[in-house]
Every structure is written in C-alpha cells, then in structure tokens.
C-alpha cells in the first residue's frame, strides 16, 4: 500500500522569505502523480502544484516549486516569498497512474510571520 | 470559479441513527468521491463514482456506507447506525477524468459529529 508522510507537522516562515515543506512517500508504482494541496482555515482544499512521476523536470507555479527526487521518493514544496495569505495547511498527495484514489499525508501548518 | 458545495457544514447525529451528507459537484465533472478526516488523524480516501456506480472503495467503506447521485445533481453519502468512531470531517470532491489527468476539486466539508 502507498503511504505519504509529511515529518514537519508546523513550520512558521517570515513574510518574503522562503520556506520548504517536506514530503516522501512509499510506493512500488513507477508511474504515478504527486500533488500538494493547501488548506485555509475554514476554507476547502485547493490544488497548489501537481507533478508527473514520469516527467524529470520539476513544476513550478508562480511562487510555488517542487523538488521531485523520485529515487528517494521526495517531492518537497518551496514557497518563495511568503505572503500572509500562504498561511494554511498543506497536504502532500499521491495517486498512482489511472487511479483515483488519494493518499494523503498528514498535513504540515504553515504560519506567516509579519 | 464554480466550486464543490457540501451542506450541511456541521450535522449532529445520536449515535445509531441514520445520516445523508450533500455535496454539489462541478456541474460538468464526472467523477465525484468522498473522503473523511478524523481529527488530528490524516484525510482518508472512502469511495470513488464514476458513470452512476462505485469505482473504488477503501476497507472503511463497509456496508454502513453507500452513496448515490440521485437527481443529476446531489451527490450523497449515507451512513446508516451511526457509531462514535464515525465522528469527523467529511469532505466531498469532483473531477472532470480520472485523478491522474485531472486534479480532484474538494468542497468546504462537514462535520459529523455522533453523540
């Protein structure tokens, strides 16, 4: 069975400055899809960044990058210059090719500090 | 931006008792799932549905469970003898294809609470 851990359940970073969130996950899938999610309190998750296991270059989206080490079965989120409005959970998730299952990890609290 | 919409957003229920949580899909998604979180505990998938039947379901979806598309447009999950341990957040989500072609659009959530 897959599982996704996420070791940091908070991190605080500064307003502007960067902060990484860790991810790694086990699984004897070699074609599969790695998503982070964020969570606002009281608020829905919404997708942040997705990766494709089979793509070698990492996704980025404005602000917001990964790591993918596939060997190691890392996929870590870099979030470039904190905004206030960064200030949320934030779940890794996998699903392997053609599935739909999600496999979350249990979350890591962001905190933006003014 | 259309989004996932999920009533009621908190339900308490005597345990034993029956309980229908609603969700609002997408409108042109077809895929349509349910996950719960226990607090403090990690968002566990229950059930994926697709074409008006289960796709696939996790070992907590026993038969206490079911889910339905009534209308075209509700998306239901039924939890029948509601027992303490079923106390948590449920949220509903939709996608347009499969999870891996598509990400998966997640509503507010509801939170079940058993007494």
């Known amino acids: 069975a897959q599982t996704v851990t996420q070791s940091q359940p908070e991190m605080s970073v500064q307003e502007a400055e960067t902060v990484t969130l860790s991810c790694t996950y086990d699984?004897?899938?070699?074609?599969?899809?790695l998503f982070w999610y964020k969570q606002p309190p009281s608020r829905q998750m919404i997708l942040v960044i997705r990766?494709?296991?089979?793509?070698?270059q990492n996704a980025t989206e404005n602000r917001f990058s990964v790591n993918f080490q596939k060997a190691a079965k890392s996929f870590s989120l870099k979030i470039s210059d904190s905004q206030l409005g960064d200030a949320a959970m934030y779940f890794c998730?996998?699903?392997?090719?053609?599935?739909?299952?999600?496999?979350f990890g249990g979350g890591t609290r962001l905190m933006v500090k003014p | 931006e259309p989004e996932v919409t999920q009533t009621p957003s908190h339900q308490v229920t005597q345990m034993g008792q029956e309980v229908i949580l609603r969700c609002v899909p997408i409108?042109?998604?077809?895929?349509f799932y349910w996950y719960r979180q226990i607090l403090g505990q990690k968002v566990e998938f229950l059930v994926s549905?697709?074409?008006?039947?289960?796709?696939?379901k996790s070992e907590i979806f026993d038969d206490q469970f079911s889910v339905e598309r009534p209308d075209g447009s509700n998306f239901t999950l039924k939890i029948r003898s509601t027992k303490l341990e079923d106390s948590a957040m449920y949220f509903c989500?939709?996608?347009?294809?499969?999870?891996?072609?598509?990400?998966?659009?997640f509503g507010d959530g509801t939170r079940l609470s058993i007494l």
């Open positions: 549905f697709y074409n008006n039947e289960i796709s696939e």
């Open positions: 699984t004897s899938e070699s074609d599969y899809y």
């Open positions: 998730a996998y699903v392997q090719n053609a599935g739909n299952m999600l496999t």
């Open positions: 989500a939709s996608s347009t294809h499969r999870t891996s072609n598509q990400p998966q659009h």
């Open positions: 990766q494709e296991a089979y793509k070698q």
């Open positions: 409108s042109n998604h077809l895929y």
